[in-house]
């Protein structure tokens, strides 16, 4: 069931990484996340993509409101996150991400080359970061992606 479009927003935000330990230890704890992830957003009609890159936690969420809110909640009281950022939090007419649970993106090299750019150009500061920007590069990867696994 989808939820009715006058209540569909989308959250984009970015926080610090901070798991700690070998890259291993780094790609087992970012499985668990996504593998929770699709499992809670299945269950609860959220859509979106996440990317993780130098540090940096950036998603984007898709679904109603008290719904986004209740996981955004989770979200902030992750130990493995800290420094979270909302960028942007609106009412949208349509999903942008509707085939996804959780999408994790950047796995390809211009989908890593777009993201470090621009964290090379905002430093990753609230200020300099803009939503849109974040949220388009995303969904630009996202596509990208799915056409070469298809």
């Given at each position: 069931m989808t939820?009715?479009?006058r209540d569909l927003y989308r959250l984009v935000y970015?926080?610090?990484n901070r798991i700690e330990g070998p890259d291993d230890v780094v790609s087992r704890e970012i499985a668990a996340i996504l593998e929770i992830s699709q499992l809670n957003n299945t269950a609860d009609e959220i859509t979106g993509a996440l990317i993780f890159n130098s540090g940096i936690f950036a998603?984007?969420?898709e679904g109603r409101r008290d719904v986004l809110e209740q996981g955004f909640e989770r979200i902030q009281r992750d130990p493995r996150h800290s420094d979270v950022h909302v960028l942007f939090f609106f009412p949208v007419p349509e999903r942008a991400?509707?085939?996804w649970s959780m999408a994790f993106i950047g796995r390809s090299r211009r989908g890593q080359n777009l993201f470090a750019h621009l964290g090379d150009k905002t430093g990753f500061e609230e200020a300099r970061m803009q939503g849109e920007r974040l949220f388009s590069i995303m969904r630009e990867i996202a596509i990208d992606e799915e056409l070469i696994e298809a």
């Open positions: 939820p009715d479009n970015y926080s610090r998603q984007v969420l991400f509707p085939n």
